[in-house]
C-alpha cells in the first residue's frame, strides 16, 4: 500500500533530483517571455513616435519645403512688383507735375502773336523741340508728328495741336519757321523768341540744346539738341515724353492709354 502510494506520488511529481521536466518549461517559458518583451518593444516605440509626429515623413517634409520656397519667391516678386510699380507712378508724378513743362513765353510764327503755357489748356498737345537747319532728324520726327495727328483725330476725333519749337533762335525767325513747316501737318504751330526766351522754354521741358558762341542768322552751323516730343494733356501736364525709337504706333498707343486716363479722372482732377 505504502509503495502504491509512493508511486503514485512519484508519477504525480518527479522525483526531488530530477529537473529534466522542469528545467526545459521555466527555460522555455522564460526564453518565449523575454522575445516577447524585446520584439513588441520597437514596435510600441515607433507607435509612440509616430503618434507623436503624426504623419510627418521625409515626403511631407520635402512637399513642406518645396512649398515655403515657392510662397517665398512668389512673394518676393510680387513685393518687388508693387514696388516698382510705386516707383513708376512716383516717378510719372514727378515728372508730370513739376519737372517736366512750365511756364513759357514765346512768339507764335504764323500769327505772330504771344504764345504761352497757357495756350496749352483745353487741348491734347505734342512738343517737338528742334531747328530748321537740320538735315535729317527733324524732318524724320516732324513726318511722325504728323502721322500720329492724322491718325489720332481720324480715331477719336481728337484734334491734337502738333507745336514745334525752334532752338536755333539766331536763325529761326518767324518767316523762317513758317516757311519751313509748310511741308508738314496744316496745324503745326511754330514757336520762337528771344535766345533767352528759348533757353527758359527748353529750360521747363529739360531740353538740352547748343548752339556756337556768338552764333549769327547767315552762320553755317549745327544745333546740338535733345532728340524728343512730348504729349501734354488739356491741363498742359506732361503725359508722355518719345524719343527717336518711338514709332508712331508706341506714341499712339500711349495715347490711347493717357486719355482713357484722363476720361476716368474726376472733372476736380483735370488740372
Not at 115 to 143: A, K, M, R
Request: charged fraction near 25%.
Amino acid at each position: 500500500m505504502a509503495s502504491r502510494c509512493v508511486r503514485q506520488i512519484s508519477l504525480k511529481f518527479p522525483k526531488a533530483g530530477s529537473t529534466r521536466a522542469l528545467v526545459p518549461r521555466i527555460t522555455t517559458r522564460g526564453f518565449a517571455t523575454s522575445r516577447r518583451v524585446h520584439s513588441d518593444e520597437p514596435s510600441f516605440q515607433r507607435a509612440k513616435d509616430k503618434a507623436a509626429v503624426g504623419v510627418f515623413d521625409w515626403k511631407a517634409a520635402g512637399i513642406f519645403v518645396v512649398t515655403g520656397i515657392g510662397l517665398y519667391y512668389y512673394f518676393e516678386h510680387h513685393k518687388a512688383q508693387v514696388q516698382e510699380e510705386k516707383r513708376q507712378e512716383l516717378k510719372k508724378a514727378r515728372y508730370g507735375k513739376a519737372f517736366v513743362g512750365g511756364p513759357f513765353e514765346l512768339v507764335n510764327a504764323q500769327t505772330k502773336t504771344p504764345f504761352t503755357q497757357d495756350n496749352l489748356l483745353g487741348h491734347w498737345s505734342l512738343i517737338y523741340f528742334g531747328f530748321t537747319n537740320c538735315p535729317d532728324v527733324c524732318p524724320e520726327e516732324l513726318d511722325k508728328m504728323t502721322e500720329v495727328v492724322d491718325r489720332i483725330e481720324k480715331e477719336h476725333d481728337i484734334k491734337v495741336q502738333p507745336i514745334f519749337i525752334s532752338c536755333d533762335p539766331a536763325r529761326d525767325t518767324s518767316d523762317q519757321l513758317e516757311k519751313y513747316l509748310a511741308d508738314f501737318h496744316p496745324r503745326m504751330i511754330g514757336l520762337t523768341g528771344t535766345y533767352e526766351q528759348v533757353k527758359a522754354a527748353c529750360k521747363s521741358y529739360r531740353v538740352y540744346f547748343s548752339t556756337p558762341p556768338n552764333a549769327k542768322p547767315g552762320d553755317d552751323y549745327l544745333v546740338d539738341h535733345s532728340i524728343f516730343f512730348y504729349l501734354m494733356d488739356p491741363a498742359g501736364n506732361f503725359v508722355e515724353a518719345f524719343g527717336k525709337s518711338s514709332t508712331a504706333d508706341v506714341v499712339c498707343t500711349k495715347f490711347n492709354e493717357g486719355l482713357l486716363d484722363w476720361k476716368e479722372r474726376p472733372m476736380d482732377q483735370r488740372t
